[in-house]
């Protein structure tokens, strides 16, 4: 099993409303990634959670009142990671290719400290709800699949799911920004 899913397993986090599945997500990564909040909620140890997240510098770029009413665009949830530091890239699924997101999860199998949110259209998985964010765990190139740890776990528990119909899922268009979904590519840099 890739160390990917060992430390987002570890650090599952469910998002705490409807709107909150990329702040979860990010959550979750960051914690894997052994990155500390400056406000240290529990003691000496330094743990990332849905509330520390937002810290003033984030608060500045994004409101919480339209978080919490409308979520995270692809690019919003990018320029929040840029507060970290970490390489991170922000892919829309169009026009990039498929071939670029099949490199990047080769990638991501064979770096441990790398790890990919994933932006989609949960209906064209066949699923509840509209736009959602969730991170892979794990890669299989036999089977082309990947598995996607749920952040909205009272609704779907980590599944498995195969990249072309997850990139299809990626290549609709998000209603607020007007672009496609996408992914971010998050390393320790």
Known sequence: MDSAYLRLISNYTTQKNQTYCGVASSVMVLNALHIH??????????????????TPAILQQVSLKQIETKGLTLDQLGMIWKNYPLKVSVVHAQPKGYD??????????????????????????????????????????????????????????????????????????????????????????
């Open 100 to 189: 670029e997101f099949e490199h990047d999860l080769q990638n991501f199998k064979h770096h441990p400290d790398q790890y990919l949110i994933i932006n989609f259209l949960r209906t064209k998985l066949g699923q509840a709800g509209g736009g959602h964010f969730s991170p892979i765990a794990a890669y299989d190139p036999k089977t082309n699949e990947v598995l996607l740890v749920d952040v909205a776990r009272y609704k779907y528990l980590p599944y498995w799911v195969g990249t072309h119909d997850l990139w299809e899922a990626m290549t609709t268009i998000d209603s607020d920004s007007k672009k496609n979904r996408g992914y971010i590519l998050i390393q320790n840099g």
């Open 37 to 54: 909040p400056k406000d240290l909620l529990f003691g000496k140890y330094a743990y990332f959670d849905q509330d520390n997240f937002f």
